[in-house]
Structure formats: C-alpha cells, structure tokens
C-alpha cells in the first residue's frame, strides 16, 4: 500500500506541476498577444501618420504649383522613403540569418537522432 500511495503523489505533485505551468504559459501568451495587438495598433497609426502627412505635404506644394506637379513630387517622396526602407530590410535579415547560422545549426544537430548522449 505504501508504494501505492507514493506512486499517487507523485502523480498529483506531477498534475500540480502540470497547472502551474499551464497558469504560467496561458500569462505570457496573453502578454504576447496585447504586445502583438499594441504593436498593429500603431502600425496603423504610423500608416495614417504617414498619410496625413503626405496629404500634407501634396496640399502645400498644390499652392506653390501646378496639382499635377504637387501629385508627381509627392509620388517621388514616396518612391524614395520605399526605396530607403526596403534597402535597410537585407540588413536586418542578415542579422538574423547570421545568428541563425552561428547559433541555430548548433542546436539543430544536437537534436539529432543518436546523438542524445551530448545533450545530456
């Protein structure tokens, strides 16, 4: 009966275990999931920013000149803040991808099968 018993709180330490983590892992997914949604939030807002001030910009340069003209310059503003930002988008990925090579294929080939023993 002993060995029983002890087979039985092990489980129920195990299950208690088991909630904690749960609680635990539900908190930050939820943390998460209000960064994601804060950070799409002012991604659009950034986008309206930038709308609005484009839109801006077109009306002041309308009263200087033609609205064809005004429309053609803010159309090549636009151009080149898009060709700014996508020339810096290889940087950051190489970044990523340097670490990944660094770091990554090492973790990879420690999960290999029949290699085990190095893990642990």
């Known amino acids: 009966m002993g060995m029983l018993t002890t087979l039985l709180d092990i489980a129920t330490a195990f299950l208690h275990l088991l909630e904690a983590e749960g609680r635990m892992l539900k908190r930050a997914v939820m943390k998460v999931g209000w960064a994601l949604a ?6 659009l807002l ?10 801006g910009i077109y009306q002041y340069l309308a ?6 003209a005004a429309s053609i310059l803010v ?46």
């Open 46 to 55: 950034v986008l309206a920013a930038s709308g609005f001030f484009l839109a």
């Open 63 to 68: 009263a200087q000149v033609t609205p064809a």
């Open 75 to 120: 159309s090549l503003l636009t151009l080149v803040l898009a060709l700014i930002f996508a020339s810096l988008a290889p940087y950051r990925g190489s970044r990523v991808h340097y670490y990944w090579q660094r770091y990554g294929t090492r973790v990879i080939s420690k999960l290999e099968p029949g290699r085990a023993s190095e893990i642990l």
């Open 38 to 43: 804060c950070v799409g939030v002012a991604s």
